[in-house]
């Protein structure tokens, strides 16, 4: 009887260990970056050609309860930088483009169904102050 005990005691003990190493994560695709010292993981993204200018593919991310958008522009296909960046907040535009802005981006990975990439932005007021800061960004995002 103790080995028939014994037995059923390793077998289960077994098979939990054995349940634990075949458990496979997802690695779900979206933008993370830390905004204002709150980090965020957004999902939930659309990917379009910008209306304006087919050669930029515009990137769209609603957060907050619908408070927040995140808009930014590439250049279709290019692995170089974000073109213009842009903070919707309650219906006002904050920007920050190439040229002028705080920011360090790099789109390492650009095809017709994928992007990656990173991004440090500060967006700063008309005195020079900083409005918002984007710390930590990364792209990984299929469409």
């Known amino acids: 009887m103790k080995k028939i005990l014994l037995f059923f005691t390793a077998f289960i003990i077994l098979s939990c260990v054995c349940d634990d190493e075949n458990t496979t994560t997802t690695n779900e695709t979206g933008l993370q970056f830390n905004l204002n010292e709150v980090d965020y993981f957004l999902t939930d993204y659309s990917v379009m050609l910008n209306p304006e ?79 918002f800061t984007f710390t930590d960004g990364k792209i990984d995002i299929e469409f």
């Open 53 to 131: 200018d087919a050669n930029d593919r515009m990137i769209e991310a609603t957060f907050d309860n619908g408070t927040k958008t995140l808009l930014f522009f590439v250049m279709v296909e290019e692995t170089n930088q974000i073109d213009e960046f842009i903070l919707i907040e309650n219906g006002v535009q904050y920007s920050s483009d190439p040229i002028y802005g705080d920011r360090e981006t790099s789109i390492t990975t650009h095809t017709d169904s994928k992007m990656e990439g990173t991004f440090r932005v500060t967006i700063k007021d008309r005195s020079d102050l900083p409005i």
